[in-house]
């Protein structure tokens, strides 16, 4: 009987661990040990794809839904022991990361496709890509024009090498701010009073 994909993957997969953590030796130097720390991150950002295109897969053909489960967060915590949080950033990425299909069948881009282009090359992290869709989904992102948007998208996923998701957070409110200099528009209603002592 032939290999599977998913059967060759995991032989692979496990072949590759192990010739990575008989690298982590004794014999090591500094400058291996530090290699086997940036190919641990990059391998995990590479999965980190993979699972979250499975995800997206999943999602679209409502494979969750057909086995019970009214919110994928559930069914993720079920199937891997995800807390909510994780289950979130995933379902997160693979709403704003992976090409969708319009209801009349026709292939769409990424709702984000800066990000998803970071996040392919593996420059972004699953971090990363939660914090872009956070920033870009605040109130004041939503009154930027889809131009505005788009650019600041574009320098937010050009930021994710250089620095931490929190840093980026801090970096794209910063943007977004900036780009709504001119605030949410007054509701008409009147402010409540404040005690002036």
Known sequence: MPETPLAAAQRLLTEAVDALAHATGPAADDAELIGVLTLTEAIHRRTDQAGVAALAHLQRRGSFAERGYRNPATALADLLGWEPAQARRHLSAAEHTTPRVGLDGTPL???????????????????????????????AATRLTPAQCSAAESQLAAWTPDFTPRDLHTLGTQVIYTLDADGAVPDGRPRPPTNGL
Request: avoid cysteine.
């Open 109 to 139: 881009p990424p709702r984000l496709p800066a990000t998803a282009a970071a996040f392919t090359t593996t420059a972004a992290s699953l971090r990363h890509v939660e914090i872009i869709a956070r920033v870009l989904g605040t109130d």
